[in-house]
T-cell receptor, first 113, second 116 residues
Framework: GDSVTQMEGPVTLSEEAFLTINCTYT??????LFWYVQYPGEGLQLLLKATKADDKGSNKGFEATYRKETTSFHLEKGSVQVSDSAVYFCALRKEPGYQKVTFGTGTKLQVIP | DAGVIQSPRHEVTEMGQEVTLRCKPI?????LFWYRQTMMRGLELLIYFNNNVPIDDSGMPEDRFSAKMPNASFSTLKIQPSEPRDSAVYFC??????????????FGQGTRLTVV
């Protein structure tokens, strides 16, 4: 079945450090890929998305590129801030019109001043 | 729009009691999802509805769990009887089908359930 694998957390970084959170997926066909973020005490919210190979999703300084050859969608940010401290979820939807989303286990990021 | 609204935000109940969680999806959305989040198991999809009809309830852990969607603006998740291992944060989410693959799921703030 479809699945998403994320790197284990927590990840602790100093402010202005470079961030990478790895995500790989297993799916048949051409899934759409997402990163969601969950701030403390809140629900998940969409951070960025990509719907086909080589697409780059970006938002709030975060980027991820849909790599079909390596089945990956790694999240990156050049300079993290304390306000980026949250849990990040990689997710996939296996095809357009199919509404069920498969989430990874989440990676907790803590940014220290 | 106010977003997905869940109630209550926090619920503490005794083992064996019935618990009902409520969700109001975003107006016009045709899909509604119930998720459970725990430290051990992460985010699990329990059940989802399309146009008020349950489509997949394979994630519902036991017969003690049931969900209904009597109309497009309201859904409930009921646990009867509740057990301490049901303690978790329960999220409701809704989405609108546009068929392009990038449909976004909007989440509520969750209900933190503690069963003692």
């Amino acid at each position: 079945g479809d699945s998403v694998t994320q790197m284990e957390g927590p990840v602790t970084l100093s402010e202005e450090a470079f961030l990478t959170i790895n995500c790989t997926y297993t799916a048949t066909g051409y899934p759409s890929l997402f990163w969601y973020v969950q701030y403390p005490g809140e629900g998940l919210q969409l951070l960025l998305k990509a719907t086909k190979a080589d697409d780059k999703g970006s938002n709030k300084g975060f980027e991820a590129t849909y790599r079909k050859e390596t089945t990956s969608f790694h999240l990156e940010k050049g300079s993290v801030q304390v306000s980026d401290s949250a849990v990040y979820f990689c997710a996939l939807r296996k095809e357009p019109g199919y509404q069920k989303v498969t989430f990874g286990t989440g990676t907790k990021l803590q940014v220290i001043p | 729009d106010a977003g997905v609204i869940q109630s209550p935000r926090h619920e503490v109940t005794e083992m064996g009691q019935e618990v009902t969680l409520r969700c109001k999806p975003i107006s016009g959305h045709d899909y509604l999802f119930w998720y459970r989040q725990t430290m051990m198991r992460g985010l699990e999809l329990l059940i989802y509805f399309n146009n008020n009809v349950p489509i997949d309830d394979s994630g519902m852990p036991e017969d003690r769990f049931s969900a209904k969607m009597p109309n497009a603006s309201f859904s409930t998740l009921k646990i009867q009887p509740s057990e301490p291992r049901d303690s978790a944060v329960y999220f409701c989410a809704s989405s609108l089908t546009r068929g392009r693959g990038d449909d976004e799921a909007f989440f509520g703030q969750g209900t933190r359930l503690t069963v003692v």
